[in-house]
């Protein structure tokens, strides 16, 4: 049962809420009739004159991702067409090991329409949106899979690093004015201001968190906080040896704010000529200072324990059962590690209050049209930073405008598609309503996993997995849009008379009464 319990973690962790990397719909950036494409870039301005997004329909997108592992590295096909596991006695630990960056970043963004509307003057565009966000991440580093995999081979000596073992998830309202002026026929500029309204948040960061284990004691060093802020109650025993958690029984302390921040987007579009773009944007550089119901658990531990085996492992594979045993059962590591935090003198909870940032996310741009921009080709750089772990994607595009009520868009984003899988969006519009859906990771490789190979529990039901993708995201919407009407260019100025009349764009100029060539 132990076994079963663990494979379900590792396939929840592979395929689940705790995931990274894109933490947009990157194909959505170079479709231009999306109207809510300015959460991607605030200088973008709709192609409509006034859109408005209804709650949930308007515009919801999740994404859930990691900067390592795909399924693939986890359950597989061996050679006789078996569905199998890394951990299984025809599987290659060593390889799922290898696979895995020093840090591995898990991810999961949610982010649902309250309401949103935009309108134009002139050649400016206002935004206003009012959206529910969930922003969450965990970073592992290679050093507790290692423990974990392969124990402590060596007798005397077995140093394993843990101070990255950090994470940081917050639900928050996001409330944003968004404005976007065409200063001339070259440039375009956008921005935003937020006002972010917490709902929770629990997040840690360690100073150093280091584990030495020998064949006779081990020992463990650290320091760091463990941080939370929310409507549950948490209570601590003295001398912090347990915990007691009360959830609130009304429904307004699950409404009420439990912090208060703000936050910016800024970005511009640079017409370089008629057919090749540049742009840019840097979008939730932002922080939300959490004061209600906060518990701050500071540690600091320097403990020395015995009564734990040494992990020992002679082979490569091995099963979930062994471990399980490693981790958890028999006095192992987590109740070991348990017991150190409990008996550090240096612990301690405070109510008090603690600031967290928004994960600040980098486009960067370029898009070259042809047919008067029916067709274009894009490339996006995305990338952003989590506690100084950098992470990068790239996204090349191919977009189509055939027509006034099709928007479409093929992509290939670089680093988390394997070569298996290509990103789409389509838009339509049909009278007063656009409808547009968009992915970045749509698999064209799967492996079949029968449930039943998890435990007797499970139904004989087999499923088909996408594996070769580490990443997994989606986008869609529906909104109501005025068409757009057709307006001067105010930039095209005109001549005070007809003498000297000069047009831009190709068009015909003459000088003095006379024709000169056109373009």
Not at 310 to 339: E, G, I, P
Not at 341 to 364: C, E, H, Q, V
Request: overall charge positive.
């Amino acid at each position: 049962m132990r076994s079963i319990k663990l494979l379900s973690s590792l396939l929840m962790i592979s395929i689940t809420p705790l995931f990274i990397n894109a933490q947009q719909v990157n194909t959505l950036y170079f479709m231009k009739d999306v109207p809510v494409r300015h959460f991607l870039n605030p200088s973008f301005q709709p192609e409509t004159d006034f859109y408005l997004s209804l709650p949930v329909i308007g515009f919801t997108q999740f994404n859930v991702g990691n900067n390592s592992l795909s399924l693939k590295d986890v359950i597989y096909n061996d050679a006789t067409g078996n569905t199998i596991s890394f951990l299984n006695s025809n599987g290659n630990t060593l390889r799922f090991y290898n696979s895995l960056n020093a840090n591995t970043l898990f991810r999961v963004d949610l982010q649902t329409n309250l309401l949103s509307f935009g309108f134009r003057h002139e050649t400016a565009y206002w935004t206003f949106s009012l959206t529910e966000k969930t922003d969450g991440t965990v970073n592992v580093p290679k050093d507790l899979f290692q423990l974990s995999l392969f124990g402590t081979q060596s007798l005397q000596n077995n140093s394993f690093d843990f101070t990255k073992l950090q994470g940081d998830i917050s639900m928050y309202t996001e409330a944003a004015l968004g404005y976007s002026k065409q200063l001339n026929e070259t440039w375009t500029v956008g921005g935003k201001l937020k006002l972010l309204i917490g709902s929770s948040n629990l997040s840690n960061s360690n100073n150093q968190l280091l584990v030495n284990a020998s064949s006779t004691q081990w020992s463990v060093k650290g320091q760091g906080t463990i941080r939370y802020s929310g409507p549950v109650q948490i209570s601590a025993s003295n001398n912090n040896q347990s915990f007691s958690f009360t959830t609130p029984t009304n429904t307004a302390a699950w409404l009420k704010p439990y912090g208060m921040g703000a936050g910016i987007d800024a970005g511009f579009e640079y017409r370089i000529n008629n057919r090749m773009k540049l742009s840019g944007s840097l979008n939730d550089l932002g922080f939300i200072h959490w004061s209600k119901n906060t518990q701050n658990y500071q540690y600091q531990v320097n403990s020395i324990f015995k009564g734990i085996k040494l992990f020992d492992n002679n082979s490569t594979n091995q099963t979930f059962q062994d471990v399980y045993n490693r981790l958890v059962s028999s006095n192992a590591l987590v109740d070991s590690m348990v017991t150190a935090f409990k008996s550090s003198s240096g612990s301690k909870m405070s109510p008090n209050s603690y600031t967290t940032y928004t994960t600040a996310k980098l486009n960067i741009g370029f898009e070259y049209s042809l047919f008067k921009d029916k067709l274009s080709f894009g490339i996006l750089s995305y990338s952003q930073l989590f506690k100084n772990i950098p992470i990068e994607e790239l996204t090349g595009s191919v977009n189509t405008r055939p027509f006034a009520w099709l928007d479409a868009s093929l992509s290939y984003s670089v680093f988390n598609g394997r070569m298996s899988t290509l990103g789409a969006g389509i838009g339509l519009k049909t009278g007063l309503l656009h409808w547009f859906v968009a992915a970045d990771y749509i698999p064209f490789e799967k492996a079949t996993l029968s449930l039943s190979d998890l435990g007797t529990n499970y139904p004989k039901i087999n499923i088909p997995i996408p594996y070769n993708s580490r990443c997994f995201n989606l986008s869609v919407g529906m909104n109501i849009v005025m068409n757009k009407k057709e307006k001067e260019n105010k930039f095209i100025k005109k001549p005070k008379n007809s003498s000297s009349l000069n047009l831009q764009n190709g068009l015909h100029q003459w000088d003095n009464g006379k024709d000169c060539n056109c373009d």
